[in-house]
């Protein structure tokens, strides 16, 4: 969410933002907005395809500034759509600015547009950190401030909405959040930061009642829009002219401004209803539940995406109770239990959750060479496979290919009607809690310390098949008579630098498994499925670490479905940014040493490797330029391995999940592709490193005999 100019003028006028020396507390954060502002507030790399081991650097050094503070972080994420789709029309539009900026950065413009794995990297450091930690089925707002309310703490995002939000101990901005500069002694440290409250803001109208900001938000417009009728309301309200000679002797320098003082002059957000009925024309009319008619009862419904319950059932997920978030106007309350544990601990992405509840996903745009296909068509298939195990019910009537959602495409931009795709799903208020239900956030969570009962034992199991065979044998299987009408899931992608969006099948696996009772499925048979999926002999990974078999299996599905088809030069790159990142994990203080096929490590010829092999990275200041090919070929190595991971997650993770921090720096794989462009052998980097040698030796090789397509 977001309210228009509302950050601008608050932090334009400091009486409203009160410097604090912030310690000894519990903090809840707003997730999405803390890994967007690190990583772009700290400039961080937008052009090469994202630097994830220096993101979570940053990372570690935020937290440990927390906890040097005896800070105690709750982080809370966004998930999927909301599913009663009032902000879909606005999302759109930023996927549709987002495929523009990522093309203005592959040409060395501006803009900022996310690594894709930057989220999944998140979550993985808040899990090895022990940090607690939740992710809602849909928008996370309301949660956060309904559990910052219940515990009496502040919230930490950059989120406007939170200026509206009545928090009893306030809002913390971001941008003035100096976690990097501590204070005080080592006994009391603590990060300065500043302070809103929404007494300071109203206060300086008058002893306004807060209650009426959220009306202001609405009238002003927010990321969910107004109702129709609202900008002939402004008109008549003239609010640009609102009390020019009025009000502390200045002229309003906002619309925003001249609202607040239109409504410090009523008592209760009732009475301005009423108001704005009697400008509008409306009759001053109600039903017998007292609801308000025409446009007043809209905006009274539309502010009830600030109402704060006095109690929050993420304080229940946070004290260890099991229960998942949810609630029964989730889209995930028609769905079994185990969906619900695992999306809330962050083991389903929100892209699974979106194909799931709405059978529409939105791919986030890369930088990449805008005049090829989507980097997401090589890891098509895998998606496929995703969407036909989500949409595989003991008990569901499946529907057709044209029972998805219906849109209208003009000019190369998506627009028109956006309709519910999935009828189970039920709609309503944005957590329940204003219908009398137990609200979105219902549940409870071990906080991230111990994950419970979805992480299942790493075991492995030997699996051989082609998409040639499945296809023979789903053509079969309908020649039969045997197979559900097929389902499609609603894909929003590029198409040159316009969003459009394409209905794609879902293939489900060819054993019969059932979402229902996924969770119930043996380790060796899910394996078997996500080996089927990936066309991975486990034969040609066993001379690779257990930790690294996923990595390797999306990278050969890169190699196998690219287009065009990556050089060798562009695995060797992406390899050895591979062996430097297992170097790098293992000199991190306290990890876990893995058991590698090297008899004796000596670490300081490997620290010698690594030093060599981080010299070639592109620095800051390279005036040479992107190479636009190697960039879009690395991409769909990047959609190819979120697609695999997603599809891990789903199956309850049959193999390992990498240390994604360290498997791609995208300044370093492009500084090592420069590096062998320029005619020089992989090996003379690796020289004296017999780890390095062994690794990327066995992943070349897995790569290799895993590529040959079908």
Not at 73 to 95: A, E, M, N
Not at 225 to 242: C, F, H, I, R, Y
Not at 327 to 343: F, H, K, N, R, V
Request: hydrophobic share 35%.
């Amino acid at each position: 969410m977001g309210v228009q100019g509302l950050t601008t003028y608050v932090e334009a006028n400091r009486s409203f933002l009160k410097d604090i020396k912030f310690r000894d507390s519990r903090l809840v954060i707003d997730g999405c907005s803390l890994f967007f502002h690190l990583y772009f507030h700290h400039c961080l790399d937008r052009q090469y395809g994202g630097d994830y081991d220096a993101f979570t650097c940053l990372l570690t050094q935020f937290l440990s500034a927390l906890e040097a503070c005896n800070i105690q972080p709750y982080v809370v994420l966004d998930g999927g759509i909301d599913p009663s789709d009032k902000k879909f029309s606005t999302i759109r539009q930023r996927l549709q600015s987002k495929i523009k900026d990522a093309d203005n950065i592959a040409h060395g413009r501006g803009g900022s547009v996310l690594p894709v794995l930057t989220r999944n990297v998140f979550i993985q450091v808040l899990r090895q950190k022990g940090i607690p930690f939740v992710q809602c089925p849909a928008e996370a707002d309301l949660e956060i401030a309904c559990l910052a309310h219940h515990w009496n703490c502040p919230v930490l995002t950059n989120d406007s909405d939170f200026y509206i939000f009545d928090l009893p101990d306030g809002y913390l901005p971001l941008c003035f959040f100096q976690w990097t500069h501590l204070n005080g002694k080592v006994s009391n440290r603590y990060i300065s930061a500043r302070r809103y409250t929404t007494n300071a803001l109203c206060h300086w109208f008058g002893g306004m009642n807060p209650e009426l900001l959220p009306l202001c938000a609405v009238l002003n417009g927010n990321d969910y829009g107004a109702p129709k009728d609202t900008d002939t309301l402004l008109a008549l309200l003239d609010v640009n002219s609102l009390g020019r000679s009025g009000g502390k002797g200045k002229g309003y320098t906002s619309r925003i401004e001249a609202l607040l003082f239109w409504l410090s002059s009523f008592s209760s957000p009732a009475e301005a209803l009423e108001e704005i009925n009697r400008i509008m024309g409306d009759e001053v009319a109600r039903s017998r539940r007292g609801q308000k008619s025409g446009l007043s009862s809209q905006l009274w419904t539309c502010m009830q995406e600030y109402c704060i319950s006095p109690q929050s059932s993420l304080a229940h997920w946070f004290s260890g109770r099991r229960m998942a978030p949810g609630g029964e106007t989730s889209g995930l309350a028609d769905y079994p239990e185990w969906i619900s544990q695992a999306a809330a601990q962050g083991l389903l992405s929100p892209l699974v959750v979106d194909a799931l509840v709405m059978r529409r996903v939105l791919l986030i745009p890369q930088v990449e060479n805008t005049k090829l296909p989507s980097s997401y068509c090589s890891s098509k298939a895998i998606r496929q496979a995703i969407y036909g195990i989500l949409h595989k019910r003991k008990e569901e009537n499946v529907s057709r290919c044209d029972s998805g959602p219906q849109s209208k495409e003009t000019g190369g931009a998506v627009q028109g009607q956006e309709t519910r795709p999935h009828a189970n799903t039920r709609q309503g208020k944005r957590g329940g809690r204003r219908q009398g239900g137990r609200g979105r956030g219902g549940g409870h969570s071990t906080g991230g310390r111990s994950q419970g009962g979805i992480l299942p034992a790493e075991q492995e199991v030997t699996f051989a098949g082609s998409s040639s065979e499945r296809s023979a044998g789903v053509a079969r299987a309908h020649d039969q008579g045997s197979v559900a009408p097929l389902v499609c899931v609603e894909e929003f992608d590029r198409v040159d630098l316009s969003l459009k969006r394409n209905q794609v099948e879902a293939r489900p696996p060819r054993a019969t498994v059932y979402l229902d009772t996924l969770d119930q499925v043996s380790a060796p048979e899910r394996l078997n499925i996500l080996l089927e999926a990936l066309e991975v002999k486990e034969s040609f990974l066993t001379a690779v670490p257990l930790h690294l078999r996923l990595a390797v299996a999306g990278t050969t599905i890169w190699m196998r479905e690219s287009v065009p088809t990556p050089s060798h030069q562009q695995l060797q790159a992406l390899v050895l940014g591979m062996v430097y990142g297992e170097v790098t994990w293992n000199n991190q203080p306290g990890v876990t040493h893995y058991h590698y096929a090297v008899s004796q490590i000596n670490w300081a010829s490997e620290c010698s490797v690594w030093s060599l092999l981080d010299r070639q990275r592109v620095r800051p200041g390279d005036r040479r330029g992107l190479d636009i090919v190697a960039a879009h070929s690395f991409s769909q190595w990047q959609a190819c391995l979120f697609s695999a991971l997603s599809l891990n997650q789903l199956l309850l993770l049959p193999l390992p999940e990498p240390h994604l921090s360290w498997l791609f720096s995208g300044t370093l794989v492009h500084g090592l592709l420069r590096y062998l462009k320029s005619g020089q052998p992989a090996e003379s980097l690796l020289a004296g490193g017999s780890l390095s040698e062994q690794l990327y030796s066995s992943v070349m090789d897995a790569v290799k005999n895993n590529s040959a397509k079908a």
